[in-house]
């Protein structure tokens, strides 16, 4: 019976056989972490909003201006002057299906000054939008 011995002696040398849906599993974990990690769009540029105590929520999702300085923003990744801001608001406004929960929030870093925030908040008042918000954090340590 060198027939099944010869087998028996096959069978062993492929040990590594269970080794395969194993790799399968990890690699199918691997592509999920990978898709499932980038939920949340990253903004153009980092910037640190300034602290607060404030733990309100909206319910909707806003429309983000991120102001970069000197009277410039990015909204949807598009970079604008502080002069085209305001005809793209409006627009925004006009082709929303939901403008009673439309509402602009101003994400700017912590150490930008007023003044130059100040051609942003002028162009958003022009648009005639009046649900507006500026993005902080919540100061953990103030609890």
């Known amino acids: 019976m060198n027939i099944g011995k010869k087998f028996v002696e096959q069978r062993d040398a492929g ?6 849906p194993m790799i399968n599993v990890v690699f199918l974990m691997l592509v999920f972490f990978m898709v499932a990690g980038q939920i949340k769009k990253s ?11 404030n733990e ?8 983000v201006v991120i102001v970069v300085g000197e009277g410039k923003a990015y909204v949807n990744d ?3 002057d502080a002069g085209q801001l305001q005809s793209y608001l409006e627009s ?3 082709e929303s299906p939901d403008q009673e929960g439309f509402w602009v929030q101003i994400k700017a870093d912590g150490e930008v000054s007023i003044e130059s925030l100040k051609p942003i908040f002028t ?9 507006v918000s500026i993005a902080t954090q919540l100061n953990r340590s103030a609890q």
């Open 15 to 20: 040990g590594d056989d269970n080794m395969i």
């Open 43 to 53: 903004d153009p540029i980092k910037v640190q909003p300034p602290v607060s105590i």
């Open 56 to 63: 309100a929520r909206a319910q909707t999702e806003p429309n």
């Open 78 to 80: 598009t970079l604008f």
């Open 92 to 94: 925004a406004f006009e």
């Open 123 to 131: 162009e958003i008042r022009r648009s005639g939008l009046t649900k």
